[in-house]
C-alpha cells in the first residue's frame, strides 16, 4: 500500500521559513510526480505545484525531489499570515488531465497533511 508522509509543518513568525518534507512508501518505482496542496477551513485545497513543472511553482516556494527516491520538498521563503493552512503532499499523476478539471483528480496518492501556522 503506498503512503505519503509529510513532516517540518510547524509555528513561524511572518518572514520566517520551513522546508515541509514528503515520504512515499509501498510504490514499485519512482512515482512520476510529487506535488504540494494546500488547504484551510475557508477554501478549497489549492494546488501548490509539483516537480514536472518547478518553473510554476507559487512565488516565495519551490519544490524539489531529494535524493532518496520517491522524497519531495517543498521549501517556503518569507513567510506570511496568509500561508496558514494544512499542506498535503500528492503524487502519482494521471494522464489524461485538462487545464479545465480539478487538479485534486489528478493524483491517485495523498499523505495526511502538516500544520503550518504563521503569526504577524
Known amino acids: 500500500q503506498v503512503q505519503l508522509v509529510e513532516s517540518g509543518g510547524g509555528s513561524v513568525q511572518a518572514g520566517g521559513s520551513l522546508r515541509l518534507s514528503c515520504v512515499g512508501s509501498?510504490?514499485?518505482?519512482?512515482?512520476?510526480?510529487m506535488g504540494w496542496f494546500r488547504q484551510t477551513p475557508e477554501k478549497e485545497r489549492e494546488w501548490i505545484g509539483d516537480?514536472?513543472?518547478?518553473?510554476r511553482v507559487k512565488d516565495r516556494f519551490t519544490i524539489s525531489r531529494g535524493d532518496v527516491q520517491n522524497t519531495v520538498y517543498l521549501e517556503m521563503n518569507n513567510l506570511k499570515p496568509e500561508d496558514t493552512a494544512t499542506y498535503y503532499c500528492?503524487?502519482?499523476?494521471?494522464?489524461?488531465?485538462?487545464?479545465?478539471?480539478?487538479?485534486?483528480?489528478?493524483?491517485?496518492?495523498w499523505g495526511q497533511g502538516t500544520q503550518v501556522n504563521v503569526s504577524s
Open positions: 516537480t514536472r513543472y518547478p518553473d
Open positions: 509501498g510504490y514499485p518505482g519512482r512515482l512520476n510526480c
Open positions: 500528492a503524487a502519482d499523476c494521471r494522464p489524461g488531465w485538462q487545464p479545465y478539471m480539478d487538479r485534486r483528480y489528478e493524483y491517485n496518492y
